[in-house]
């Protein structure tokens, strides 16, 4: 049964995150909470040779966030280290941390060994074209752990991305951009999809596959750190583009009392 009053004034609470100003100084440095997709017993997608999706993204997230560092941006992770943490918490950790941008660093597989290339996703509150490839990174997903009013927290997922979906998909486009340009992989375009990783998350969100892990020259790409470079370089850069498109509105959410 669905509590009126308390949909209502958790409603308004996620609304409201929007609204605070950014504070201004040393402290006003924009956050990009990072997401290295899989982790522990998930390992996600394997490369013909052997390489895990989980160890790919998670080196590519610590070169990134190096990278974003360096540009002036405060960077953190949801994870570390071989940890898995639940798809349901990524959102919500980025939505606690008071992040501005949520990037989940992903690599894709087919069957065909020939596919290749980059897609940057945002989300799709319906039923989207590639349905298929977020299932794949959906699978174990499950119900968000502790939410016995699963329809509740259901539909406050769905506003807190749906407040910002243009602004997720001006992200994509940027980072989709220099993927192409800076690191020369083949550009597959701008999708939409159900990834259950990117629900809730109270600022712009996007999921990158950043290769296809199962063609073996894109494995062998992966294990390059002179690779790995130019993928941060591209990442950070379509960050920046993005940042600057916004021509100085972006705020940062407050979530408990916490900026």
Do not use: C
């Amino acid at each position: 049964m669905i509590r009126l009053p308390s949909l209502l004034l958790a409603t308004f609470s996620l609304l409201s995150w929007a609204q605070v100003p950014k504070p201004e100084g040393p402290a006003a440095r924009l956050k990009v909470m990072l997401d290295p997709g899989h982790g522990g017993e998930d390992g996600g997608a394997r490369g013909p040779k052997g390489l895990k999706e989980k160890t790919a993204a998670l080196e590519l997230a610590r070169v990134v966030s190096a990278k974003l560092e360096a540009a002036g941006f405060e960077a953190v992770s949801t994870r570390e280290d071989d940890t898995l943490v639940p798809l349901w918490d990524r959102a919500k950790a980025a939505n606690e941390q008071g992040a501005d941008l949520f990037i989940s660093l992903h690599l894709n597989a087919a069957r065909a060994k020939a596919a290749r290339g980059s897609e940057v996703y945002f989300l799709s509150l319906g039923k989207g074209k590639d349905d298929d490839v977020a299932a794949a990174e959906n699978a174990g997903a499950g119900s968000p752990a502790g939410s016995p009013d699963s329809v509740v927290a259901s539909i406050l997922d769905d506003l807190a991305q749906k407040a910002y979906l243009q602004d997720s998909e001006r992200l994509a486009v940027a980072l989709q951009g220099q993927l192409n340009h800076l690191a020369g992989i083949k550009e597959r375009g701008v999708k939409q999809a159900p990834f259950i990783v990117l629900r809730g998350a109270a600022m712009p969100a996007v999921l990158v596959e950043v290769a296809f892990i199962s063609n073996p020259k894109e494995e062998k790409k992966l294990q390059d750190a002179a690779f790995r470079a130019m993928v941060a370089d591209a990442i950070t850069q379509g960050v920046r583009r993005y940042f600057a498109g916004a021509n100085g509105s972006v705020r940062r959410r407050m979530v408990g009392g916490r900026s």
